[in-house]
């Protein structure tokens, strides 16, 4: 019975010494929270600003990468590839639409004189069907089929098919525009 009241006792003292905390340490602690979590907030809204910034800007540089080539009323979208000679063809387009008469070569590939020359970046590789390339710095060609050779690579319209350009391009030659913005179509 003893123990009983002891523990009784210890149990009062610690409820009584809980209670006799002062109010201005709880303020102080609910303070230090709202700072806390208004510090979290700025930092939040600091990292959600920065993240649209960075989305504005990637998209600004996708859209600056992309190209369209129209062909008989179908349009597709080209992505640059990286090299001096597809910044140099983007300059070209920047300038207006380019329209090229394409003539098919080998089953495989449509191709066209650009007028003018642009620098070469060759490299061995083998085409895949919506592969832009520079040919001898002069000619442009749109891959519908493979073929390996040294090769400057313009750009690349993805996810197509050899049937999907085929059917755009037509049999035998093509008129194609090549332009930046896709209003200009």
Known sequence: ??????LSAAVLMLFSLA?????SDIQ??????ASKNSALADQYTAAETENTVDNETEARETMEDIFYIEANGTVFTAVFEDNSSAEAFK???KEGELIISMSDYGNFE???SIGRS?????????TEPGDIILYQGS???VYYDKNTWNFTRLGKINDVT????????GDGDVTMAFYLSELQA
């Not at 102080?28 to 929270?33: I, L, M, N, P, Y």
């Not at 642009?118 to 083998?126: A, E, M, W």
């Not at 050899?162 to 391009?169: G, P, S």
């Open 162 to 169: 050899c049937d999907a350009l085929l059917e755009a391009f």
């Open 139 to 141: 000619s442009i060609t």
């Open 1 to 6: 019975m003893k123990k009983i009241g002891i």
């Open 91 to 93: 300059d070209m387009l």
């Open 19 to 23: 209670s006799c905390s002062p109010d």
């Open 28 to 33: 102080h602690d609910e303070s230090s929270a």
């Open 118 to 126: 642009l620098p070469t970046n060759d490299q061995r590789i083998t």
């Open 110 to 112: 449509k191709v066209g």
